[in-house]
């Protein structure tokens, strides 16, 4: 049973725009979520994090939502840019490991 | 600061086989993280190793096993190898503290696949 879940496998979104990454999870005890960004044939890379004492977390063009209640949360990218296109990573913590889901393969368009 | 590396990049085996892999944590990290990521999912958590002890383990067999040493630098050992076992395996460092553990990072993995 995934406890972590990214149900888009793809997004294709046109440079400029909001690029916008779900994932839902159904643990109400995780209290940390990540999401890592990764290209072919590289280890995952750490993009931006959010305690669930908080709904949202800034990082220059990256923003994460957290609502606890709906167990959901969202990586907003804004402006895309083709560097962007990549696959993007959920994960939650959970006492020493992280829990991810499967992904999505986000495509920016020229 | 070095980041995480792993080594080697590829492996090729055939079943029945031992592989080991090797990781070099970060500069100031005290933790690794094994993970498994097969095609088209995302990693799951093997184990990880704190202090040169185990800390943590998945669900994994015991055909999978590791070490740590002194220097936080680790190896991933796999006895028996299986079709299954044909995935790229990442390692991550971080640096553990009180009851929660920092961000994880990541080297570039190793790709595996068992013939």
């Known amino acids: 049973d995934q406890q972590v879940k990214q149900n888009s496998p793809s997004l294709s979104v046109q440079e400029g725009r909001i690029s916008i990454l779900n994932c839902d999870y159904t643990?109400?005890?995780?209290?940390?979520f990540l999401w890592y960004k990764k290209y072919p044939a590289e280890g995952p890379t750490f993009l931006i994090s959010?305690?669930?004492i908080k709904d949202k977390n800034e990082d220059g063009r990256f923003t994460v939502f957290l609502n606890k209640s709906a167990k959901h949360l969202s990586l907003h990218i804004v402006p895309s840019q083709p560097g962007d296109s990549a696959v993007y990573f959920c994960?939650?913590?959970?006492?020493?490991?992280?829990?991810w889901g499967a992904g999505t393969k986000l495509i920016i368009k020229p | 600061e070095t980041g995480v590396t792993q080594s080697p990049t590829h492996l090729i085996k055939t079943r029945g086989q031992q592989v080991t892999l090797r990781c070099s944590s970060q500069?100031?990290?005290?933790?690794v993280s094994w993970y498994q990521q097969a095609l088209g999912q995302g990693p799951q958590f093997i184990f990880q190793?704190?202090?040169?002890?185990?800390?943590g383990r998945g669900n994994f067999p015991p055909r999978f096993s590791g070490l740590q040493f002194p220097n936080y630098s680790s190896e991933l050992n796999v006895n028996a190898l299986e079709l299954d076992d044909s995935a790229l395996y990442l390692c991550?460092?971080?640096?553990?503290?009180?009851?929660?553990?920092?961000?994880?990072?990541f080297g570039p993995g190793t790709r595996l696949t068992v013939l």
């Open positions: 991550a460092s971080s640096f553990l503290q009180g009851g929660g553990t920092d961000t994880q990072y």
């Open positions: 500069s100031g990290h005290n933790t």
């Open positions: 190793y704190y202090r040169e002890e185990e800390n």
């Open positions: 643990n109400s005890m995780f209290d940390y």
């Open positions: 959010i305690s669930s």
């Open positions: 994960a939650a913590i959970s006492n020493y490991q992280l829990i």
